[in-house]
């Protein structure tokens, strides 16, 4: 796991992305970019240690960038929970147990994670620091569900047998193409349209 720095920077990608976001706010008004500077940050911190979290001096750099107390920083950082205030693992899988999740099979997903990474509550990171889990409120794909979303790709339609070929797909360094995982187009029904089938013409 990567120790809290005591000293945060943005690099010059983070830098080209800062001075976009800041333009889009009139004087005095710059702190409205606190998510998206926090997101570069956590974005940064993945690129550079391999582990996507906000350390405190990064919301303290934040702060001082946006002419922000440096608590108003921490409230945005804790309040919304895209943004990781400890260091996590390589992937983070963040599972949907939701209602619509959970009436189509949530639970078996969540049972594959645990099975195949070792970990066994939220928020945990496995030993070997491939994978943290965490549980999420609805990502709004609820057609497609259960979901498992990594990083910040969708993976959809899931089940047990697909979960575990994903986790060992990500163990051995490959990324499947994200989307539904049972021949599913998109968001249309299992088996293709039911309406619409013929084009007059």
């Known amino acids: 796991m990567t120790d ?9 990608e983070s830098e080209g992305s800062i001075a976009m976001f800041l333009a889009k706010y009139p004087a005095g008004k710059q702190a409205s970019a606190v998510l998206p500077l926090l997101d570069l940050a956590q974005r940064q911190m993945g690129r550079t240690t391999g582990s996507a979290w906000v350390p405190v001096a990064a919301m303290d750099e934040i702060a001082r960038r946006l002419d922000m107390a440096p608590i108003r920083v ?11 205030t400890k260091p ?4 983070h899988l963040q599972l949907c147990t939701t209602t619509p999740c959970w009436l189509r099979g949530s639970d078996d997903v969540v049972a594959a994670c645990r099975k195949h990474t070792g970990i066994q509550g939220w928020g945990e990171t496995s030993a070997d620091g491939m994978f943290t889990m965490t549980e999420v409120e609805c990502v709004g794909a609820c057609t497609n569900a259960p979901v498992l979303q990594v990083d910040d790709d969708f993976y959809e339609d899931m089940d047990a047998a697909s979960t575990e070929a994903l986790l060992s797909a990500l163990r051995r360094g490959e990324k499947p193409p994200c989307g539904p995982m049972n021949g599913r187009i998109n968001s249309a029904p299992l088996g293709g349209p039911t309406t619409l089938t013929e084009i007059e013409g």
């Open 88 to 91: 996590i693992g390589k992937y």
């Open 74 to 84: 921490y409230e945005v950082a804790t309040f919304y929970l895209m943004f990781n």
């Open 4 to 12: 809290a720095p005591s000293h945060f920077s943005f690099d010059e």
